[in-house]
């Protein structure tokens, strides 16, 4: 019998190879918390699914071992891992009812049929579509086949759920909404989600804890939170919402903070990932962490020049020329007391040492 950890999903050392030359998922080594919400987020091609898919048991791992409530799995059929699975395109049964699709999985196991019925009522109420139980997939919304898909996935009462981005093919709204139910699902099921997508603004929302993958390797490994403010690497911080780049050279390092110079002027930053004077680096600075002609003194203030202003409801997107840069962009809360900024207007742009990361060289 294995022993029973908080840890509940185990990769260790998990390579795969499609060709037998180029790993597409290399050296995985990850630990995945009972309970949690993990999203593994990256670009297309960055490993992120084909990890799903090895942990899900349809795909198998060239080398390493993945583990489930401490057994090696690697090996096993995915019927056998005790795993429910959510995929984009849904995967139902059009020919069925909304109650025998949810049914399926548990007529697979030969359960009773009073034990089927009373899982699928509370199935469908876990997901709030009591009274579509016989309706037909085809006489659904985008967003309730989701929901049917979800809950054929949590029927059985798997120890845990997967899901391989189940919101792409939602209208925007639609998506926004079903990120907010999915997060307050998990909260009230207290089961292991383990969710795969390419959009950032997704992992932040919902996630315990995001993988930020690229060419097959976890870049970063943490909270949307840490993610978001102090990122490991250029990648990461171009990858989690919107930051300007500057490329420049360390100055001067002192403890956690140095001096950046980029244009012939010197910035300070926080030394995030780079090394001494001398080092090549990308500072990293979010938008909305920029003012423009504050009355609060700064560590970095600049002169900019504004190049155009775009409104886009709840804010104002300016862009800059500074410091030989022409898509340097600032963030601009849109309150009625705003300031009229027009293009060729001189400004002065400033931000604090703090919310400027300097990290690797782009």
């Not at 909260?187 to 919902?206: I, K, N, P, S, W």
């Not at 990648?235 to 360390?250: D, K, M, P, Q, S």
Request: net charge neutral.
């Amino acid at each position: 019998m294995a022993e029973r950890t908080d840890t509940i999903v185990r990769f260790a050392g998990v390579e795969k190879t499609y060709d037998g030359q180029s790993l597409v998922v290399k050296s995985l080594d990850l630990e995945i918390a009972r309970g949690e919400f993990l999203t593994l987020l990256g670009p297309s091609g960055s490993g992120k699914t084909t990890t799903l898919m090895m942990l899900a048991g349809f795909e198998q791992p060239t080398r390493g071992e993945i583990f489930l409530d401490g057994r090696p799995v690697s090996r096993l059929p995915p019927w056998k891992r005790d795993i429910g699975m959510v995929f984009q395109n849904y995967a139902l049964f059009p020919h069925m009812t909304v109650a025998e699709n949810v049914a399926f999985p548990l007529g697979v196991r030969r359960l009773p049929k009073a034990e089927i019925d009373r899982r699928v009522e509370r199935a469908l109420a876990m997901v709030r579509l009591e009274g579509f139980e016989s309706r037909r997939p085809a006489q659904l919304s985008g967003g309730q086949q989701q929901r049917v898909a979800l809950a054929r996935a949590l029927v059985f009462e798997p120890k845990l759920v997967l899901m391989d981005e189940p919101l792409g093919a939602l209208d925007k709204q639609l998506r926004e909404s079903m990120q907010y139910e999915l997060k307050h699902l998990h909260e009230r099921l207290g089961l292991t989600f383990v969710y795969v997508t390419h959009d950032q603004g997704e992992a932040l929302t919902m996630s315990d804890r995001v993988a930020v993958f690229n060419d097959g390797r976890i870049q970063q490994l943490a909270s949307p939170a840490e993610l978001y403010e102090r990122p490991n690497n250029a990648f990461v911080a171009r990858f989690i919402g919107e930051n300007n780049r500057l490329l420049g050279t360390v100055v001067e390092r002192f403890g956690e903070r140095c001096l950046v110079e980029v244009a012939g002027r010197k910035i300070a930053a926080v030394a995030g990932n780079v090394g001494g004077a001398g080092s090549a680096t990308t500072l990293s600075i979010r938008p909305e962490r920029v003012s423009i002609n504050s009355m609060i003194a700064r560590d970095n203030e600049l002169e900019g020049e504004v190049l155009e202003t775009i409104y886009h409801g709840d804010h104002l997107r300016v862009r800059l020329a500074l410091l030989g840069h022409e898509d340097f962009v600032v963030k601009l809360a849109n309150r009625q007391d705003q300031m009229r900024l027009a293009p060729g207007q001189k400004v002065k742009v400033s931000w604090a040492a703090a919310d400027c990361r300097a990290l690797d060289a782009e």
